[in-house]
Structure formats: C-alpha cells, structure tokens
C-alpha cells in the first residue's frame, strides 16, 4: 500500500503560479503510475494530468495544456504539478492518485484506474 501527501496549495491571483507537491511512503514509487485531479465545488473530480512510472510519458487535460507541468522525482518518491497562467477556474482541491503499473510508460487517465488517493489541497485563483 502507498499513502499520499499534498502539498503546495494556496490562494493566488489569476496569471500567478503555484507548485503541488505529493509525497508517497509505502512500497516502491517507482512502481506507480501517478496522476493528478481536481474537484471544484458542485462539481465531479476530474482529470488534471498523469504521468506514468517512468516519468517518460505525460498527458494534460485540455484545459491545463500548455499551462501545467506534470513531473516526478523517484529518488524523492514525490510528483508535482507545476501551474502557471492559473485562471479562476481552476480553483478546486487537487488531489494526487497512485497505481502499481505494468508498464514504464503506461499512463492512466481515469480517477477509476487509481486505488490511492491523497487527502487534497485546495487551490483558489481569484480574478
């Protein structure tokens, strides 16, 4: 079993930055496909980004593309997800997800797909 921290979440303004850190303990992170997702309020958890066990495959939803950065430090057992160009609307709690993967480039896009869940940071961009 791994168990997930975030961290970096904060209020910022529109056009600002933030970076999510999520730390993993347990087995062996290099083991596990990651993926981050957000939950605004009233609204279903949805796709963010992941990246898979190797770090050498990435996606983006298409409303982050070209504004956020999925990556991972094995050595660190830690993911993050650099933000930038934040808008309001993506003010949510940001959750980081973990799965045992088969394949070094595997990436796993759907919340079903993941067994573990971090508690959340909440991220609030104000116009």
């Known amino acids: 079993q791994v168990q997930l921290v975030e961290s970096g979440g904060g209020l910022v303004q529109a056009g600002g930055s933030l970076r999510l850190s999520c730390v993993a303990s347990?087995?062996?992170?290099?083991?596990?496909?990651m993926g981050w997702f957000r939950q605004a309020p009233g609204k279903e958890r949805e796709f963010v980004a992941a990246?898979?066990?190797?770090?050498?495959?990435?996606y983006y939803a298409d409303s982050v593309k070209g504004r956020f950065t999925i990556s991972r430090d094995n050595a660190k057992n830690t993911v993050y997800l650099q933000m930038n160009s934040l808008k309001p609307e993506d003010t949510a709690v940001y959750y980081c997800?973990?799965?045992?993967?088969?394949?070094?480039?595997?990436?796993?896009?759907?919340?079903?797909?993941?067994?573990?869940w971090g508690q959340g940071t909440q991220v609030t961009v104000s116009s």
């Open positions: 997800a973990a799965e045992e993967s088969p394949g070094p480039f595997l990436l796993l896009l759907n919340l079903r797909e993941y067994d573990y």
């Open positions: 347990g087995r062996t992170f290099s083991s596990y496909a």
């Open positions: 990246i898979s066990r190797s770090g050498g495959s990435t």
